[in-house]
């Protein structure tokens, strides 16, 4: 299709890969080249849920709609391609929002039809593992932590899409403490990057607040931090809030971040490996970026965590998760049946 090709099949600039992301609010498309790396990464977040102070599933669906189609526009546009440049398709299949999920689903189906292109369906958390890969080589095995709105998670990889579940949460994840938590303090939605700035103004050890479940195990629990912000606010005057607003946010900061990296050198412990990688919107956390890398130089270990902006949710980990896919399992690839969104993640 695109490139020049070799006597071998294998084109001389590298397997090129569209990546479509629409799992919850952000409408985004990449596009990967094997040899050449990322050509181009585009992202339309949504402001619609703004006033609403947190995602509306029907309004998300419907912005998908009304941006998918320029998102890929300006994807190929800035990676200096064509269609006919292409070698397949990724998209995101699950876990997230139905209605979103739906959207991005079917103008993939169509595009990869319209077009002769194979489609991959991506796991969504397992692309933010594989975000790593867009800058970096991680060797295997290691351990993965992925924090994100939805899910935080600790996998043991032995090698690629080769996962071992070793705890995840029992009730909330980080990413949905630090926004529901910044919502109680009035910050505004998404709550978790401004809740992240203030932090960084403010003393971690103004207020302690609980830290679930940290002396033993691989699970993590977030809900009970939630009350008892909750139930501190209630006691405090609001002058005192306001006035004290960054050293609160520092104090929850320290109690998530701190739960995540005993979780996370624990499972280090118990499995003998000495590589993480650290992903998920959660990783592009300040605090427990300093965390992570504090505790890595002191086991001397390799510590990989993508860029911020790969942090989030991106077309370009899709993208790139969808290439390792193809070329470990070709199987797995389809002409645009057989894919089908999924809420939550199987078991």
Same mark, same amino acid.
């Given at each position: 299709?695109?490139?020049?090709?070799?006597?071998?099949?294998?084109?001389?600039?590298?397997?090129?890969?569209?990546?479509?992301?629409?799992?919850?609010?952000?409408?985004?498309?990449?596009?990967?080249?094997?040899?050449?790396?990322?050509?181009?990464?585009?992202?339309?977040?949504?402001?619609?849920?703004?006033?609403?102070?947190?995602?509306?599933?029907?309004?998300?669906?419907?912005?998908?709609?009304?941006?998918?189609?320029?998102?890929?526009?300006?994807?190929?546009?800035?990676?200096?391609?064509?269609?006919?440049?292409?070698?397949?398709?990724?998209?995101?299949?699950?876990?997230?929002?139905?209605?979103?999920?739906?959207?991005?689903?079917?103008?993939?189906?169509?595009?990869?039809?319209?077009?002769?292109?194979?489609?991959?369906?991506?796991?969504?958390?397992?692309?933010?593992? =594989?975000?790593?890969?867009?800058?970096?080589?991680?060797?295997?095995?290691?351990?993965?932590?992925?924090?994100?709105?939805?899910?935080?998670?600790?996998?043991?990889?032995?090698?690629?899409?080769?996962?071992?579940?070793?705890?995840? /949460?029992?009730?909330?994840?980080?990413?949905?403490?630090?926004?529901?938590?910044?919502?109680?303090?009035?910050?505004? =939605?998404?709550?978790?990057?401004?809740?992240?700035?203030?932090?960084?103004?403010?003393?971690?050890?103004?207020?302690?607040?609980?830290?679930?479940?940290?002396?033993?195990?691989?699970?993590?629990?977030?809900?009970?931090?939630? /009350?008892?912000?909750?139930?501190?606010?209630?006691?405090?005057?609001?002058?005192?809030?306001?006035?004290?607003?960054?050293?609160?946010?520092?104090?929850?900061?320290?109690?998530? /971040?701190?739960?995540?990296?005993?979780?996370?050198?624990?499972?280090?412990?118990?499995?003998?490996?000495?590589?993480?990688?650290?992903?998920?919107?959660?990783?592009?956390?300040?605090?427990?970026?300093?965390?992570?890398?504090?505790?890595?130089?002191?086991?001397?270990?390799?510590?990989?965590?993508?860029?911020?902006? =790969?942090?989030?949710?991106?077309?370009?980990?899709?993208?790139?998760?969808?290439?390792?896919?193809?070329?470990?399992?070709?199987?797995?690839?389809?002409?645009?049946?057989?894919?089908?969104? =999924?809420?939550?993640?199987?078991?």
């Amino acid at each position: 299709m695109g490139g020049e090709i070799k006597q071998d099949g294998l084109k001389e600039n590298g397997m090129i890969t569209l990546g479509i992301e629409s799992s919850c609010d952000d409408t985004a498309a990449a596009v990967w080249c094997s040899e050449r790396g990322l050509l181009s990464s585009v992202v339309s977040s949504q402001d619609v849920h703004v006033s609403w102070g947190g995602v509306v599933p029907e309004l998300a669906s419907r912005a998908h709609h009304q941006t998918i189609t320029d998102t890929v526009k300006h994807a190929l546009e800035r990676a200096r391609i064509t269609v006919k440049d292409l070698d397949r398709v990724a998209v995101t299949e699950g876990p997230g929002l139905m209605g979103s999920l739906l959207v991005g689903l079917s103008f993939a189906k169509g595009f990869s039809l319209s077009h002769n292109l194979p489609i991959v369906g991506v796991n969504h958390i397992d692309a933010h593992l =594989y975000a790593a890969f867009i800058e970096h080589e991680p060797e295997f095995p290691f351990v993965g932590l992925i924090v994100s709105g939805g899910h935080t998670r600790l996998v043991r990889v032995d090698a690629p899409f080769v996962h071992t579940l070793l705890g995840e /949460t029992r009730d909330d994840a980080a990413g949905e403490a630090f926004d529901k938590t910044g919502k109680m303090l009035g910050l505004p =939605y998404p709550a978790g990057p401004e809740m992240d700035r203030l932090a960084r103004e403010g003393d971690p050890e103004f207020h302690a607040f609980p830290r679930s479940m940290i002396r033993e195990g691989l699970e993590f629990s977030f809900s009970g931090l939630k /009350t008892s912000l909750l139930y501190y606010l209630e006691e405090q005057k609001e002058e005192y809030v306001t006035k004290h607003r960054a050293d609160i946010c520092a104090s929850v900061s320290a109690a998530i /971040t701190e739960v995540l990296s005993v979780k996370l050198e624990r499972a280090m412990e118990q499995t003998g490996i000495r590589s993480v990688v650290m992903a998920g919107g959660v990783s592009a956390n300040s605090m427990l970026r300093k965390r992570c890398r504090a505790m890595a130089d002191r086991l001397q270990t390799a510590l990989w965590i993508p860029s911020p902006e =790969y942090c989030t949710d991106n077309g370009a980990m899709i993208a790139v998760a969808g290439a390792m896919m193809d070329s470990l399992e070709r199987g797995r690839v389809q002409r645009g049946v057989g894919i089908r969104p =999924y809420a939550r993640m199987p078991r």
